[in-house]
Structure formats: structure tokens, C-alpha cells
């Protein structure tokens, strides 16, 4: 069990597409987060919420509410550097159920001294399963300060650093990000 990492689930999107809160989704007889829980809870001592919705609470874990409203995934970013109390974070975002213990190992084994690491899977990063510094987070907060709300013009500053986990290790289902319906309706049918 590691206790000098923080694992935190973003929890706070607008759910736009989908219409309702995406990480109390039923999934598999449970709420969609609840899979992201149980794989962080195996790997670390401390774990954060960062979400607007008190339901979140309903979990047993910390629940932050963004500091600054209304700015996505950057302004969810910040929130969990300025709440954690470790240097060195793991950041999930609430729609990738499937994220296996695997990856976050293999994530935070290549992550010394880089300040952001992120995950790239069959050609396709996602920046949202990665390994984020503390230290980070002026930088994060002189984004949002200027409206800059894409993560990867973020993370470019940052200089950030990229794991490529191969196909023949990693299915893509580990990386399945649900965000419509119709996405959801696939992942249950077990596409």
C-alpha cells in the first residue's frame, strides 16, 4: 500500500453528453466509479474526490469541490494539486472504469523527477490516466487565472512525458472513456 502517492478521481465534469453525473452511472450492477475506487484503494493509502456533487460523499472518500468553477478538466487538476498532500498523484478521470492496477503501476514506475506523465495507448494519449506533480500546480492556476482551459496546452508547459503501453500488454478496454449513451450501451454489450 502506497502511501506517498495520492490516488484522485475527477469526478466533476458537466456530464454534457451523457446528461447525467457519468461516475454514478450504473455500470455493471455498481456506479462507474465504484470499479475506479477498488483499483486505487488496492494500490494507495489516500484517495480524493474532486467533484461539485455532494452524492460523491455517499463513497467514504474526501470530496473537494473545484476552487474555480466551471473550467473542466484543468480546473479539476488544480483543485486535487492544491488538496493532496503528497508530491507525487495519480489523477483518473471518473469515465475510464476499466483502468487496471497494471497501468497505474506501470505509470508511476517511469515517473521520477517528470513533473506530468501520461498514458498512450494504440497511438492515443490520455492525459486524463497520469501521473501528476504537486508541483504543477502554479502553472495550472496561471492557466485558469487566463481562460486556458485545454489540458494538453497545460501539460505541453509542463514538458510533459508520455508512456506508450503497448497493445500486446494493454487491451483497449482499459481505456475506455465513456462519455454518450451510446458508448455505454456498447461497453455493457461488451464491445
Known amino acids: 500500500m502506497q502511501k506517498d502517492v495520492t490516488g484522485i478521481?475527477?469526478?466533476?465534469?458537466?456530464?454534457?453528453?451523457m446528461g447525467i453525473d457519468k461516475g454514478l452511472i450504473n455500470l455493471n450492477?455498481?456506479?462507474?466509479?465504484q470499479s475506479i475506487i477498488d483499483t486505487l484503494k488496492s494500490i494507495f493509502e489516500t484517495l480524493l474526490i474532486i467533484s461539485n456533487n455532494n452524492?460523491?460523499?455517499k463513497f467514504g472518500l474526501p470530496v473537494h469541490e473545484d476552487?474555480?468553477?466551471?473550467?473542466?478538466?484543468v480546473g479539476g487538476i488544480y483543485t486535487a494539486l492544491e488538496k493532496t498532500k503528497t508530491e507525487t498523484n495519480i489523477i483518473i478521470s471518473c469515465d475510464t472504469p476499466f483502468v487496471s492496477a497494471e497501468v497505474?503501476?506501470?505509470l508511476l514506475a517511469e515517473s521520477d523527477s517528470t513533473k506530468v506523465l501520461i498514458a498512450k495507448h494504440n497511438e492515443k494519449e490520455h492525459p486524463l490516466i497520469g501521473v501528476y506533480k504537486?508541483?504543477?500546480r502554479q502553472v495550472f492556476k496561471t492557466n485558469l487565472d487566463q481562460n486556458q482551459l485545454k489540458l494538453r496546452s497545460v501539460n505541453a508547459q509542463l514538458d510533459y512525458k508520455v508512456v506508450v503501453l503497448p497493445i500486446e500488454e494493454f487491451t483497449s478496454r482499459i481505456f475506455a472513456n465513456i462519455n454518450t449513451k451510446e458508448?455505454?450501451?456498447q461497453i455493457s454489450n461488451g464491445n
Open 9 to 17: 478521481i475527477l469526478a466533476g465534469g458537466k456530464s454534457s453528453r
Open 29 to 33: 450492477g455498481q456506479p462507474m466509479i
Open 55 to 57: 452524492e460523491y460523499k
Open 67 to 73: 476552487l474555480i468553477k466551471n473550467k473542466g478538466p
Open 104 to 106: 497505474i503501476r506501470k
Open 134 to 136: 504537486k508541483e504543477c
Open 183 to 185: 458508448d455505454l450501451k
